[in-house]
């Protein structure tokens, strides 16, 4: 399986959700979900993407007043 080596860094305008779809598959999983009382039984098909990314440390990225667990 390849692995990634770009490092995600920010451009302008891109969110890291739409980088992450920009990736290639890396594998794929199909996953039996059983019925619920709101949900009948079905199969959901899991694609797998990941790649390396840098993120800012706290004292360094702004929360905008969310708190960061």
Excluded: C
């Amino acid at each position: 399986m390849p692995v990634a080596t770009e490092i995600w860094q920010r451009p302008p305008g891109k969110t890291l959700f739409v980088w992450m779809d920009e990736q290639p598959v890396q594998g794929s999983y199909r996953i039996t979900m059983p019925a619920t009382p709101k949900r009948s039984a079905h199969e959901a098909l899991l694609h797998v993407r990941f790649g390396s990314v840098t993120l800012k440390s706290r004292s360094i990225a702004p929360t905008n007043g969310r708190r960061l667990n």
